[in-house]
């Protein structure tokens, strides 16, 4: 199966907002309950940030969304953060975990 | 507070084996399935395997079917990765991750360990 299409960049100003696709097939995104993100910090454990396509753990902030359409689920970070800057990947869970190619979040 | 803990991880030749090791704390063990996940440079983050919490049921990724071998010993709170027959392509960072198997998603990682595979 192959990896979820994340864009391999993206960049905001602290405060602006930013969307982070995440491109699968039909059966991989669009038929799944099942999408997580997760941030990685270099040096860090991975963070879950959203599961179940648009919920939130307690502890995350709320300026981290997620959503799908179709194909592709996206997270949003809205009033970028000096400390959102990391790596972010989807996951989707369909008969298998296939997580996306990754992310970079550049804060201007 | 949930921590994992990885280590085993170091330089081996192609061919050879290797066996990583997660401790964890902080909640109760039996509980959850624990998943292994690595991030290589050529694939990006890739589930290998999972196993229940009573250690019934195991699950494994194609690319590693065969290769690795996965357990878990719940009265040390720990799991475990045995590799084989390794190749270049399995040099990466290595974490164990629990699930919430219900909702399939990893809620807690570990910071990794490396492993390198070369001659």
């Known amino acids: 199966q192959s990896a979820l299409t994340q864009p391999r960049s993206v960049s905001g100003s602290p405060g602006q907002s930013v969307t982070i696709s995440c491109t699968g097939t039909t059966s991989d995104v669009a038929d799944s309950k099942y999408v997580s993100w997760y941030q990685d910090h270099p040096g860090k454990a991975p963070k879950l940030i959203i599961f179940g396509v648009s919920k939130r753990p307690s502890g995350v902030p709320d300026r981290f969304s997620g959503s799908k359409s179709g194909n592709t689920a996206s997270l949003t970070i809205s009033g970028l953060q000096a400390e959102d800057e990391a790596d972010y990947y989807c996951c989707s869970y369909a008969g298998t975990y296939v997580f996306g190619t990754g992310t970079k979040v550049t804060v201007l | 507070q949930v921590h994992l803990v990885e280590s085993g991880g170091g330089l081996v030749k192609p061919g050879g084996s290797l066996r990583l090791s997660c401790a964890a704390s902080?909640?109760?063990?039996?509980?959850?399935?624990m998943s292994w996940i690595r991030q290589t440079p050529g694939k990006g983050l890739e589930w290998l395997s999972y196993?229940?919490?009573?250690?019934?049921?195991?699950h494994f990724a194609d690319s590693v079917r065969g290769r690795f071998t996965v357990s878990r010993d719940n009265s040390e709170n720990s799991l475990y990765l045995q590799m084989d027959r390794l190749t270049a392509e399995d040099t990466g960072v290595y974490y164990c991750a629990r699930m919430d198997y219900s909702n399939s998603y990893f809620d807690y990682w570990g910071q990794g360990t490396l492993v390198t595979v070369s001659s």
């Open positions: 902080g909640f109760t063990f039996t509980d959850h399935y």
């Open positions: 196993i229940t919490g009573s250690t019934t049921y195991t």
